[in-house]
Nanobody, 125 residues
Framework: QVQLEESGGGLVQAGGSLSLSCAAS????????MGWFRQAPGKEREFVAA????????FYGESVKGRVTISRDNAENTVTLQIHTLKPEDTAIYFC??????????????????WGQGIQVTVSS
């Protein structure tokens, strides 16, 4: 089983940028999707971005499209999420997750079988 750990969160001013990393351990990632979700206080978990590991196809959620970039480092088994032009509404706990079951429904959290513990991102206005 793959274990995931997020890093890079914190407090950022609106308009700034932030980079979140997700390190996978346990076994190399070779298929499926790695994704990012976020959950703001009082709201449901929301899809942010995903990358299909085999093809590097990338998908972004509508609320962040144009402001985020997802990339990976094969050697480090790491996926990075960069968020630009941060807004107070980006404040949330950000989770990385891995979908190894082969489902292409990358935007559904139920299709992901391993999750990191989450990391807080707070954007001040």
């Amino acid at each position: 089983q793959v274990q995931l750990e997020e890093s890079g969160g914190g407090l950022v001013q609106a308009g700034g940028s932030l980079s979140l990393s997700c390190a996978a351990s346990g076994r190399p990632v070779s298929s499926g999707y790695m994704g990012w979700f976020r959950q703001a206080p009082g709201k449901e978990r929301e899809f942010v971005a995903a990358m299909r590991w085999s093809s590097e196809s990338i998908f972004y959620g509508e609320s962040v499209k144009g402001r985020v970039t997802i990339s990976r480092d094969n050697a480090e088994n790491t996926v990075t999420l960069q968020i630009h032009t941060l807004k107070p509404e980006d404040t949330a706990i950000y989770f990385c997750a891995i979908n190894t079951r082969g489902s292409d429904l990358y935007w559904l959290e139920s299709k992901y079988d391993s999750w990191g513990q989450g990391i807080q991102v707070t954007v001040s206005s």
